[in-house]
C-alpha cells in the first residue's frame, strides 16, 4: 500500500464524517469507533432522548472523546421537526412563523431554540429550511418552509439564522439547492425537479445566496435530481456543489450531505458509488445517521482512496480546512456533566404567543368565530386516516380534546374508522352537535379520494362544518363547500391551544397566508 499523501490519517479523515448512535448511551462499540477514528461531528435524533437531564450527559460525554472534540448536531426546526417533543420549545413551523408577519418572530425563534441547544450541549441546528415550497404538491416541505416567495424565505431564514448565531448555535441552511418544487420525498425515493436554470436561480437559489452573503456558516445538500441542469443528483454534482455553489455564490463554508442512509441514496448507490459522488462534488461531511456497519465501510473506502491516490489533489485538504475554520470560529457547547436536571421551555409564555399570531382566518362566511362557550362541539379528527410522513414526527394529536375542554367544556372528539366510514351513532352526534370541527392534518395539498368522500357526506349531513387545517394550507383549497376555514400550519400543542384561542374569541385572528393557495386566496390572505 502506498504511504498516505496525509499525515496522521487517523485523525483527520474522520473529521468528514457526521454519525447518528442508536441508543440514550454510547455503546462500547460507538465509544471505540468516535475515539479511535476522531470522528469529527454526531447526529443526534428522538431515540437518543429520554430525558434532558440524560440527554446532556450524553453530550458531555460525546465532548470528552476526542480532540477535537466532536460537534454535536441536531434537527430541531421548529413545528414539525423538533427531536425533543414536548420537552424542549416546539416554537411552530417556519411557515407559522412568516404568517405572522412579523420577522422578529423568527429571530425569537431561532434565539429560543438556541438558548435550550447551548444549555443541551448541542453545537449547531439544522435549520433555517431555505427551500422555497413552490410546488403545492411537495410531501416532504410543506411547513417547514417559510413561503412560496423567495424573498420572504431569504428574510425570515436570515432572522432564524440570527436567533441561532445569537445564543452561539451554529445555524446550517437546508436542502441546497431547494428541495420545494418537488412531489417526492428523499427519504424513500429520488425527487425529480424539472426546473430550468432561470427558475434555479430566481426562486431555488435566491435564500441560500441572501444568507451566503450574510455569512451562514453551513449548508445541507438535497438528494434531488434537477435533469435540465446535471444527470447527478445534487449531493453528487459537482456542477451544483461546486460551479454554482462554490464558485457562483462564493460559498466559503462547510457543506454536509443530507443523510446518506436515506432511500434516495441507499437504494440507488453502493457504497463505492457514495464515496465517489462524494469525492466529486464539494461535500465535506459526509451524514451516516444509523448504519455502524456503514459508517465503517464509508470511512475505510475513503481511507482507501487516499491511499491509493485515487483523489484529486488538496481534495480532503479543502475540506479539513473548512472543517478547521467553522469549529475555531465557533465555540463549541461545551458543558459539565449535569448534577440535575435542566429548566428548560422558559419561553412558554412567548411561544404560545407567536401562536397566537400566526392563526390564519380564511373563511367566516356564516359569522361563525368566535364560538359560543356553552355550545357542543364535535371534533372529527382525520390524523390516523392519513399517511404522514416519517420525517414529521409529530406528537399524537389526544391532546384535543384535554386542550378544547379549557375553552369549551361540551366538546368532544372522534376519529372516523380507516375504512372513512361514519357508523350510524358518529351520524346522529354530528346532526345533534351545535358546531361541527373537522381537523385535516394533510403534508400537501393532495386529498385522497377515500377523504375526499368521508368529508363530503360529513357537509352533507351538517353544511355548516368548520375546517381546520392543521399542516398544510393548500389543502383547504379542496373544501370549497367550507364556509369556515382556519389554518394553524401545525398541530404543535403551542398551535392547537392557540387555534382554541381563536375560536372562543380570547384573542382576535391575525395571521395572513405566507402562500398563494389560489386565485380567490392569494399571499396575504386572511380575516
Known sequence: ????????????????????????????????????????????FSRNFKSNYQFTKLTSEIHSMCDPPPFIFIDQEGGPIVRLGEDGSTIISHMGLAATGKKRNARRAGSIIGTEMRALGIDGVFAPVLDVNSHKENPVIGIRSFSDDPAVVAEYGYEFFLGLKKKKILGCGKHFPGHGHTVKDSHSEIPESTIDDKFMSEINLHPFKKLIDRGIDSLMTAHVHFPLISREISTFCPVITGDILRKSLNFKGVLFSDCLEMDAVKNNFSSQDIIEGIIKSTVDVSIVSHSLPL?????????????????????????????????????????????KPLNLRKKIRLERKIARESITLLKNDHGLIPLKRDRSILMIDLTQNIHLANIQNRESVNILKSIANRFFPFAECFSPE?????TGSEKKRIIKADHILIFDYSWSGVLDKPRELLIENI???????????????????????????????????VQIEALFFILSGRSKPKGKLPVTISEKFPSGSGL
Open 418 to 422: 380507516r375504512e372513512f366510514r361514519i
Open 459 to 493: 357537509f352533507k349531513l351538517r353544511e355548516d362544518s368548520i375546517i381546520i387545517c392543521a399542516n398544510s394550507p393548500y389543502i383547504s383549497e379542496n373544501y370549497t363547500n367550507a364556509g369556515t376555514t382556519i389554518l394553524t400550519y401545525g398541530s404543535r400543542n
Open 295 to 339: 459508517q465503517k465501510e464509508l470511512l475505510e473506502l475513503i481511507r482507501s482512496k487516499i491511499d491509493e491516490e485515487e483523489i484529486p489533489e488538496g481534495r480532503i485538504e479543502n475540506s479539513l480546512e473548512r472543517i478547521w475554520k467553522l469549529k475555531k470560529n465557533m465555540k463549541r457547547a461545551s458543558i459539565e456533566e449535569p448534577k
Open 1 to 44: 500500500m502506498k504511504k498516505s499523501r496525509l499525515p496522521d490519517l487517523n485523525n483527520r479523515v474522520g473529521q468528514l464524517f457526521m454519525i447518528g448512535i442508536k441508543g440514550e448511551s454510547l455503546s462500547s462499540e460507538e465509544k471505540k469507533f468516535i475515539h479511535s477514528n476522531n470522528i469529527g461531528f454526531i447526529i443526534l
